[in-house]
C-alpha cells in the first residue's frame, strides 16, 4: 500500500470474555481484575477490565494485514491507557498517518482506540513501522 500523509484507516472490534482468557493464559497475566466479577466489583472499575495490551494488539493486526499490510515491521509503540476498555463493548481503532520517511521506507502512524458507544478515547499512542512499500 502507497501510503500518503493523513492516510486514515478504521476499523471496528470488539473481545469476548473467552478471548480475555485466552490472552491471560498466552501471558500469563491472570490479575482477577480481568476475569473475577467479585473480584472487580471491589476495584474502581466495578467490573472486570480488559487488558490494555489486548486492546492494543488490534494495531498488530491493522498495520500487519491491512495499513499499510503485509510485510510490515513494528518498529515502535507508544500507549497512553486513557480509559478501561470491557469485554462485549464495540471499539473503533483509528490509525492516521502523521510523518513518512519514504527513504527509509517508514511512517510515524496515530494510533486511537475510541469507545462507540460512549464516543470515550480509551487508548491513544504512535506507531512507527517500516515496510518496503512504502516509498
Do not use: C, W
Not at 5 to 32: C, I, K, M, W, Y
Amino acid at each position: 500500500m502507497n501510503l500518503q500523509l493523513a492516510d486514515r484507516h478504521t476499523a471496528r472490534f470488539r473481545f469476548s470474555q473467552a478471548e480475555v482468557d485466552r490472552f491471560a493464559e498466552v501471558t500469563g497475566d491472570r490479575n482477577p481484575l480481568h476475569s473475577d466479577p467479585a473480584f472487580a466489583a471491589n476495584t474502581v472499575f466495578k467490573r472486570p477490565i480488559m487488558h490494555g495490551f489486548l486492546g492494543a494488539s488490534v494495531f498488530s493486526r491493522l498495520l500487519g494485514m491491512h495499513f499499510p499490510g503485509a510485510g510490515t515491521i513494528y518498529l515502535s509503540q507508544e500507549l497512553q491507557f486513557k480509559k478501561p476498555m470491557f469485554v462485549d463493548t464495540d471499539y473503533e481503532a483509528e490509525l492516521t498517518v502523521l510523518e513518512l520517511r519514504t527513504d527509509r521506507h517508514l511512517a510515524t502512524i496515530s494510533t486511537r482506540i475510541t469507545d462507540v458507544e460512549r464516543g470515550e478515547l480509551t487508548l491513544t499512542g504512535l506507531a512507527v513501522v517500516m515496510n518496503p512499500a512504502i516509498a
